[in-house]
């Protein structure tokens, strides 16, 4: 896998999970939901959160692999 479809897979993998995250939000805010569907929905926004997290560290790994390689060239 190069370095540059691993910064693209982690900017979708982030985008992703922010999107995520913004109708789990979204589902809690509006209420009405019984107990088991809002546990349902927490838990699903800690994986979104989580999911997020690691998108990050995809993207910082490989844009770091980018500047060493740039500097290795230099």
Not at 10 to 38: K, P
Not at 69 to 74: F, G, S
């Amino acid at each position: 896998m190069s370095s540059i479809s691993a910064f693209q897979s982690g900017i979708a993998g982030f985008q992703s999970g922010v999107q995520a995250v913004a109708q789990n939000t979204t589902d809690i805010a509006r209420g009405g939901q019984s107990t088991e569907e809002l546990t349902t929905t927490l838990v699903q926004l800690d994986a979104n959160r989580t999911q997020v997290e690691a998108a990050a560290r995809v993207i910082e790994t490989s844009n770091d692999l980018v500047g060493t390689l740039l500097d290795i060239k230099v």
